[in-house]
C-alpha cells in the first residue's frame, strides 16, 4: 500500500504544477509580457516565487514524512 501511495502524491504534486505552468504560458503568449509595464513584471515574477515557494514547502514536508 506504501508503493502505491508514492507516485500517487508525485502525480498530486505534479498536476497543480503543470497547470500552473500552463496557465502562465498562455499569458506570457498572449502579451501579458509585451506591455513593458513594470506591474506586470512584478507580478509575473512575484507568482513565481510563490509557486516555487509552495512546491518547495510541499517536497519538503514530502521527504520529511518519507524520512520520520
Known sequence: MKYFSKPL???LILIPV???ISFLDKKVIS????????SDH???IGSLVI???IIIF?????D???NS
Open 64 to 66: 520529511k514524512k518519507i
Open 31 to 38: 502579451g501579458f509580457l509585451s506591455t513593458n509595464q513594470i
Open 18 to 20: 503543470g497547470l500552473f
Open 9 to 11: 502524491i508525485i502525480i
Open 42 to 44: 512584478y507580478l509575473f
Open 51 to 53: 509557486a516555487i515557494s
Open 58 to 62: 510541499i517536497v519538503l514536508k514530502f
